[in-house]
């Protein structure tokens, strides 16, 4: 498996500020997400991070809002802009094709739990 | 498109009680079948998976067989302990769409002593 660590762990925030979410990996890995995973429901996928190009977003999530980085193979960056209450959530970032894994096989994040006031 | 559903939670068991959650999928071609599970204030951790039809998956006493003929994946443990409880989630992936998961609803489990 991968040591994926996530800066911050939690943060609150006024309305209309951004938040840049940090990933980070102890090691190479092939792909990198990020979900959403709002108060008591399950995860959806915000977008593929995509290293050295723009990321690929799912339905319903534009770059506008939740702008993307992974200048490499281990770090990710995902910001939160313009925040409003409904985007109170854990964030969490997955990634795969970690060395001696399975292609499949996703490891996660610990997350970060975002409150928007 | 894709699709998990799992029974609706939340469960709640006695400890060494027999544990069943249901998962049944929607999905073209041969997808990756995993359960995660995420415990009270953490991230989710894969508890196990299955790659093709009749592989069965298993770890920390949990299993689960891909069933393409039923299109299921039920998780299943013999014996649940306090440890146990947390939230479960069903999930697939296909290599065609790059390995991104699809996950069902989640379901709660709370084993009481």
């Known amino acids: 498996s991968a040591v994926i660590s996530q800066k911050p762990s939690r943060d609150i925030c006024q309305r209309g500020t951004s938040l840049t979410i940090q990933c980070q990996v102890d090691?190479?890995?092939?792909?990198m997400f990020w979900y959403r995973q709002q108060p008591g429901q399950s995860l959806t996928l915000i977008a593929t991070?995509?290293?050295?190009?723009?990321?690929?977003?799912e339905s319903g999530f534009v770059i506008d809002k939740f702008p993307i980085s992974r200048p490499n193979l281990t770090f990710s960056t995902l910001t939160v802009s313009n925040m409003s209450p409904e985007d109170s959530s854990i964030y969490l970032c997955?990634?795969?094709?970690?060395?001696?894994?399975?292609?499949?096989?996703?490891?996660f994040g610990p997350g970060t739990r975002l409150t928007v006031l | 498109g894709d699709s998990v559903t799992q029974m609706e939670g939340p469960v709640t068991l006695s400890e060494e009680a027999f544990l069943t959650i249901n998962c049944t999928y929607t999905a073209t071609g041969y997808p990756s079948l995993f359960w995660y599970v995420q415990y009270p204030g953490e991230g989710l951790q894969l508890l196990l998976k299955a790659t093709k039809a009749d592989d069965k998956g298993s770890n920390k006493g949990f299993e689960a067989t891909y069933r393409k003929e039923t299109t299921s994946f039920h998780l299943e443990k013999g014996s649940v302990q306090v440890s146990d409880s947390a939230v479960y989630f069903c999930a697939l992936s296909q290599r065609t769409s790059g390995s991104r998961l699809t996950f069902g609803e989640g379901t709660q489990l709370t084993v009481n002593p």
């Open positions: 090691s190479q890995v092939t792909m």
């Open positions: 997955s990634v795969v094709g970690v060395s001696g894994g399975s292609y499949n096989e996703q490891f």
């Open positions: 991070a995509n290293q050295g190009s723009e990321a690929t977003y």
